[in-house]
């Protein structure tokens, strides 16, 4: 495995943290994840990350995760980085889907900080070390203290920064101050874990963003990327701004796979909102809600699907109103 070329971003600048379709017996769904990553990939997505948290990733098992990265694997050739998850609390079984993630022809790993069993620092480290050192593929750290009650600390940070492959940071903490000083401390590729705050990430110096509303929204954050790095800040708050609508409803409840799977049944890419317990579906109200918001984004259409902005489209928009 050859590391990335772009050390700034070395998974992309957008990348979706893609749910795992079901079918209606629930079984995973092998032709509906690849529509889907497809259909992401079109709308901007540079990157996909599979069998996360929004992924389902503690329920979904050993066969399907492999199956899985190797069909979305082939399906976006090399139009999009496919990042496999390879978190658990159990550091064996970790490096187990790290090279079961390699087998499938994955591009990198993400690796969660192991929830539950509350770690100290010197176990973080060993843990992501261990994953890191179980194959030639590049890693994402990913800290999200909210869901594994154990944040990386600063210096663990900086050593795990020293390994060849560790060489990116999902951030979930919400604390683009520490991001700051730990981006330039340690040379890892930022990526935001929070959709919200997508732009005061990249203002420090962050790569993008691994998000859950960009699989209805994946256009308006590409263009977003693209205006920031172009200098036009303004305008990139601009397009921004037109999807905080779907941030809140896909984020809010903090419910992302539930709320992202009616999502994309919403809008017309997979034909159910299955998911496996102990998640279960939105309710019709909450879809009714959802439907609401994703017409007023103008991702509806008098109950079909709407035709969805492609990147340029919205650039010339943007460009039209003075920006």
């Given at each position: 495995?050859?590391?990335?070329?772009?050390?700034?971003?070395?998974?992309?600048?957008?990348?979706?943290?893609?749910?795992?379709?079901?079918t209606?017996?629930?079984?995973?769904?092998?032709?509906?994840?690849v529509?889907?990553?497809?259909?992401?990939?079109?709308?901007?997505?540079?990157?996909?990350?599979l069998?996360?948290?929004?992924?389902?990733?503690?329920?979904?098992?050993?066969?399907?995760?492999?199956e899985l990265?190797?069909?979305?694997?082939?399906?976006?050739?090399?139009?999009?980085?496919?990042?496999?998850?390879?978190?658990?609390?159990?550091?064996?079984?970790?490096?187990?889907?790290?090279?079961?993630?390699?087998?499938?022809?994955?591009?990198?790993?993400?690796?969660?900080?192991?929830?539950?069993s509350?770690p100290?620092?010197?176990?973080?480290?060993?843990?992501?070390?261990?994953v890191?050192?179980?194959?030639?593929?590049?890693?994402?750290?990913?800290?999200?203290?909210?869901?594994?009650?154990?944040?990386?600390?600063?210096?663990?940070?900086?050593?795990?920064?020293?390994h060849?492959?560790?060489?990116?940071?999902?951030?979930?903490t919400?604390?683009?101050?520490?991001?700051t000083?730990?981006?330039a401390?340690?040379?890892?590729?930022?990526?935001?874990?929070?959709?919200?705050?997508?732009?005061?990430?990249?203002s420090?110096?962050?790569?993008?963003?691994?998000?859950?509303?960009?699989?209805?929204?994946?256009?308006?954050?590409?263009?977003?990327?693209?205006?920031?790095?172009?200098?036009?800040?303004?305008?990139?708050?601009?397009?921004?701004?037109?999807?905080?609508?779907?941030?809140?409803?896909?984020?809010?409840?903090?419910?992302?796979?539930?709320?992202?799977?009616?999502?994309?049944?919403?809008?017309?890419?997979?034909?159910?909102?299955?998911?496996?317990l102990?998640?279960?579906?939105?309710?019709?109200?909450?879809?009714?809600?959802?439907?609401?918001?994703?017409?007023?984004?103008?991702?509806?259409?008098?109950?079909?699907?709407?035709?969805?902005?492609?990147?340029?489209?919205?650039?010339?928009?943007?460009?039209?109103?003075?920006?």
């Open positions: 495995m050859v590391l990335p070329t772009d050390p700034t971003r070395p998974f992309g600048a957008v990348l979706t943290a893609m749910v795992t379709p079901m209606p017996e629930g079984a995973v769904d092998l032709k509906a994840a529509k889907l990553a497809k259909k992401l990939v079109d709308d901007g997505n540079d990157g996909l990350v069998s996360g948290t929004t992924g389902e990733s503690p329920v979904t098992h050993t066969p399907e995760k492999e990265v190797a069909a979305v694997v082939e399906a976006v050739g090399d139009r999009a980085a496919v990042v496999a998850g390879a978190g658990s609390n159990d550091t064996v079984h970790a490096i187990r889907m790290a090279e079961q993630a390699a087998e499938a022809g994955a591009d990198g790993v993400l690796v969660v900080s192991p929830y539950y509350r100290s620092q010197e176990g973080l480290y060993q843990h992501f070390v261990a890191a050192d179980a194959t030639d593929l590049p890693v994402m750290l990913y800290d999200v203290p909210g869901r594994t009650v154990v944040r990386i600390a600063p210096e663990t940070y900086r050593r795990l920064a020293q060849p492959r560790i060489i990116a940071n999902k951030d979930a919400g604390d683009v101050y520490a991001a000083k730990l981006i401390e340690t040379g890892l590729a930022w990526y935001s874990g929070d959709d919200g705050l997508l732009l005061p990430f990249l420090v110096g962050g790569a993008g963003i691994v998000s859950v509303s960009a699989h209805v929204v994946g256009a308006h954050f590409a263009e977003t990327v693209r205006r920031f790095d172009a200098g036009d800040i303004a305008g990139a708050v601009e397009v921004f701004r037109t999807a905080t609508g779907v941030i809140d409803a896909l984020n809010g409840a903090g419910a992302q796979a539930v709320m992202a799977k009616a999502a994309v049944e919403a809008i017309g890419i997979t034909d159910n909102r299955f998911l496996r102990p998640n279960v579906a939105a309710t019709d109200d909450e879809v009714a809600a959802l439907r609401v918001v994703l017409a007023e984004a103008g991702l509806l259409s008098d109950g079909a699907v709407a035709h969805q902005p492609e990147v340029s489209e919205l650039a010339e928009a943007s460009s039209a109103v003075g920006h």
